[in-house]
């Protein structure tokens, strides 16, 4: 008989591989992950088209902070799959911290445009055009985002992924964004509240300097 050998949660026993539980958490968290990223292509696009088109800065945000996190999702699901090819611990790890640096400065960027074109819709008085579109977007992600998130943490605790753990935690950012803009522009279609839509942008940005300072934030264990 063979002797038994472990890789990568893999149990190779006389040549035959032996799915383990924590195969099975990274089938699940690279489902969860993928579905994320699928989403936020999706999510980004239409949130874009349909803010440019009804020129909401809430909606305009909200899609560049869908490009922020699929950018995050996509690092992460190239790492989970090194992973699973056997690639080097470290050198996975050494990526990762680098884009998540990459990810951090660019929501300081989302926040600082947040802020200056909020303020400004505010100080001019500009009245957003109303976007069904946008709004049943946001409706979407609400319900659709804790679930993925609370996925994602579950199988982030059970692999040990710091990094998973963080994309989760963007994807309930992404949740509480869409909070904002179905405020925002639900008030505005409601009852024509023109400031609501640029009050709901500035809401977005104490989540996006969060999210920028865990992105690069390095690990205290280390």
Same mark, same amino acid.
């Given at each position: 008989?063979?002797?038994?050998?472990?890789?990568?949660?893999?149990?190779?026993?006389?040549?035959?591989?032996?799915?383990?539980?924590?195969?099975?958490? *990274?089938?699940?968290?690279?489902?969860?992950?993928?579905?994320?990223?699928?989403?936020?292509?999706?999510?980004?696009?239409? /949130?874009?088209? #349909?803010?440019?088109?009804?020129? &909401?800065?809430?909606?305009?945000?909200?899609?560049?902070?869908?490009?922020?996190?699929? =950018?995050?999702?996509?690092?992460?699901?190239?790492?989970?799959?090194?992973?699973?090819?056997?690639? /080097?611990?470290?050198?996975?790890?050494?990526?990762?911290?680098?884009?998540?640096?990459?990810?951090?400065?660019?929501?300081?960027? *989302?926040?600082?445009y947040v802020t200056l074109e909020a303020g400004?819709? *505010?100080?001019?008085?500009?009245?957003?055009?109303?976007? /069904?579109?946008?709004? =049943?977007?946001?409706?979407? &992600?609400?319900?659709?985002?804790?679930?993925? =998130?609370?996925?994602? =943490?579950? #199988?982030?605790?059970?692999?040990?992924?710091? /990094?998973?753990?963080?994309?989760?935690?963007?994807?309930? #950012?992404?949740?509480?964004?869409?909070?904002?803009?179905? *405020?925002?522009?639900?008030?505005?279609?409601?009852?024509?509240?023109?400031?609501?839509?640029?009050?709901?942008?500035?809401?977005?940005?104490?989540?996006?300097?969060?999210?920028?300072?865990?992105?690069?934030?390095?690990?205290?264990?280390?």
């Amino acid at each position: 008989m063979l002797p038994v050998h472990t890789t990568r949660g893999r149990i190779l026993a006389n040549g035959v591989a032996v799915v383990t539980e924590r195969d099975r958490w *990274l089938r699940r968290a690279l489902l969860l992950v993928k579905l994320t990223v699928g989403y936020n292509a999706v999510e980004a696009a239409v /949130a874009l088209v #349909a803010g440019l088109g009804a020129h &909401s800065i809430a909606l305009v945000g909200f899609g560049f902070d869908s490009v922020i996190e699929l =950018a995050a999702g996509l690092a992460v699901l190239l790492r989970m799959r090194a992973e699973v090819a056997g690639g /080097a611990h470290d050198t996975v790890e050494r990526a990762e911290r680098r884009v998540r640096r990459f990810v951090g400065w660019t929501f300081v960027l *989302l926040a600082g445009y947040v802020t200056l074109e909020a303020g400004l819709g *505010l100080w001019r008085h500009d009245v957003p055009g109303e976007s /069904a579109l946008g709004l =049943a977007l946001a409706l979407v &992600s609400l319900l659709a985002m804790p679930l993925l =998130a609370w996925g994602k =943490a579950r #199988a982030a605790g059970a692999l040990g992924s710091r /990094a998973l753990a963080a994309e989760a935690r963007e994807t309930l #950012a992404c949740a509480y964004l869409s909070g904002c803009l179905v *405020l925002g522009l639900g008030l505005h279609a409601a009852v024509g509240w023109w400031w609501a839509d640029p009050v709901a942008a500035l809401a977005m940005v104490p989540w996006l300097l969060h999210e920028a300072r865990e992105a690069m934030e390095d690990d205290p264990c280390r």
